[in-house]
């Protein structure tokens, strides 16, 4: 069964970095699927954040692109995130989130995590 | 790639049929539209992938069709259960977006 599972603080200071650990339990993060970011702030929509391949290739959302890096510890089958700069905007559940791709015909959530929310505030 | 859901509220009675629009600012291929189902307090789940093909587990009365920038899903014979946010999503040249969603209500 695979299983996805959120970490990090829950509430982070504006200006400061927002950093989450998803563990992946159940399938390696070696294997060829991307992983990926979804936040969504309280009562909006799905965004999505950005995502990361075994191989390192990594993809972000452009409006957030110059703030946020994907990362990836094989050896703890984990990867995160790390959004700097943060502000009120940034308030949201953060989800992680994992690829199916048909071998490369598709591309859709299959498994998600339960979500953290995190809250911007002083 | 902007995806925008049409309309915003959607509120029928059980029975009845919902047609709910996606319309993207730039050709997506069908491969990569995708429906997804989130109910309040829930996280999303997977109804149709690449534009039309239903999910494991997903009831037939949930369809979805459509190419180039419009899809549409469509519920036919609506169940009090089906009340809930519902979004399309796309991936393009490496990069996904979600639609803003559309809320269905049963009456």
């Known amino acids: 069964q695979v299983r996805l599972q959120e970490s990090g603080p829950g509430l982070v200071k504006p200006s400061e970095t927002l950093s989450l650990t998803c563990a992946v339990s159940?399938?390696?993060?070696?294997?060829?699927?991307?992983w990926i970011w979804v936040r969504q702030s309280p009562g909006k929509g799905l965004e999505w954040v950005g995502q990361?391949?075994?191989?390192?290739?990594?993809s972000y959302n452009p409006s957030l692109e110059s703030r946020v890096t994907i990362s990836m510890d094989k050896s703890k089958n984990h990867f995160s995130l790390s959004l700097t700069s943060v502000t009120a905007a940034d308030t949201a559940m953060y989800y992680c989130?994992?690829?199916?791709?048909?071998?490369?015909?598709?591309?859709?959530?299959?498994?998600w995590g339960r979500g953290t929310l995190v809250t911007v505030s002083s | 790639i902007i995806l925008t859901q049409s309309p915003d509220t959607v509120s029928l009675s059980p029975g009845e049929r919902a047609t709910l629009s996606c319309r993207a600012s730039?050709?997506?291929?069908?491969?990569?539209l995708a429906w997804y189902q989130q109910k309040a307090g829930q996280i999303p789940r997977v109804l149709i992938y690449g534009a039309s093909t239903r999910a494991t587990g997903i009831p037939d009365r949930f369809s979805g069709s459509g190419s180039g920038t419009d899809f549409t899903l469509t519920i036919s014979r609506l169940e009090p259960e089906d009340s809930a946010v519902y979004y399309c999503?796309?991936?393009?040249?490496?990069?996904?977006?979600f639609g803003g969603g559309t809320k269905v209500e049963i009456k």
């Open positions: 990361i391949y075994p191989t390192g290739t990594t």
């Open positions: 989130a994992r690829i199916d791709d048909c071998g490369g015909d598709c591309y859709f959530v299959d498994y």
């Open positions: 999503q796309q991936y393009v040249n490496s990069r996904g977006s």
């Open positions: 159940g399938v390696s993060i070696r294997s060829n699927v991307w």
């Open positions: 730039q050709s997506v291929s069908s491969n990569y």
